[in-house]
């Protein structure tokens, strides 16, 4: 198994309140990735990672930002959470370079609940 | 604009029949990788296979085969002789430019139920 952790794993949390999610790997994969999961949507990126202090945006960025200060975390924060933030986050790693697979790990996941 | 479509939204089965999940993309990329995710009812995401787009050979696993066919967009997935360890939902994915490592564009998922 991929060496993904995420923490927390479940927060409760009131609307207008920061919270910031991590993703901590130990494969020094050059690619993190943040997902978030939610009914009939499937996955969708939010944010993602091609270095350190390199990022970009995903199609549903909106009230979210990033931060990667080394290669084996990535951080996610919601500066202020609300209730369409409700949601479970899946970070996700792969290898890079030219001869890499371009297979994305994923962690377990952390479930948010924005009261 | 990339785009996967998982037509059924939910299968049911009954154990030991054979079942096929749809995938159809959408990519304006000539060179594009295809993916397979399972969900389990515990929630974590586990890869199943990768198709890179220039390699239309099926693939067979055990029970499992994939059915890639670049004429109609489409990456099918077959399970043989189902089992209930096989419910989960199922991810289509699709990454493409030839640099790799680009985001993945997932599809919506089937939910699949197999019953004993």
């Known amino acids: 198994d991929a060496g993904i952790t995420q923490s927390p794993r479940h927060k409760v949390t009131e609307t207008g309140t920061p919270v910031t999610l991590r993703c901590h790997q130990t494969?020094?994969?050059?690619?993190m990735y943040w997902y978030r999961q939610d009914p009939g949507h499937g996955l969708r990126l939010i944010h993602y990672?091609?270095?350190?202090?390199?990022?970009d945006k995903g199609e549903v960025s909106d009230g979210y930002s990033v931060s990667r200060s080394k290669t084996e975390d990535f951080l996610l924060t919601l500066e202020s959470a609300t209730s369409s933030q409700t949601s479970v986050y899946f970070c996700?790693?792969?290898?890079?370079?030219?001869?890499?697979?371009?297979?994305?790990?994923f962690g377990a996941g952390t479930r948010l609940s924005v009261l | 604009a990339q785009k996967v479509t998982q037509a059924q939204t939910e299968i049911s089965v009954v154990e030991k029949e054979d079942v096929t999940l749809d995938c159809v993309y959408e990519t304006r990329d000539t060179t594009y990788y295809l993916f397979w995710y399972k969900q389990p009812p515990s929630g974590e995401l586990v890869f199943l296979i990768r198709?890179?787009?220039?390699?239309?050979q099926n693939e067979i696993s055990g029970r499992y085969s994939w059915n890639f066919q670049k004429s109609t967009s489409s990456f099918n997935f077959t399970i043989t002789a189902s089992q209930v360890v096989d419910s989960a939902v199922y991810f289509c994915?699709?990454?493409?430019?030839?640099?790799?490592?680009?985001?993945?564009?997932f599809g919506k998922g089937t939910r699949l139920s197999v019953i004993a």
């Open positions: 996700a790693i792969s290898e890079g370079g030219q001869l890499a697979k371009n297979i994305q790990y």
């Open positions: 198709r890179n787009s220039f390699d239309e």
């Open positions: 994915a699709l990454s493409d430019r030839n640099s790799g490592n680009t985001p993945l564009v």
């Open positions: 990672s091609y270095g350190v202090k390199d990022t």
């Open positions: 494969e020094n994969h050059r690619y």
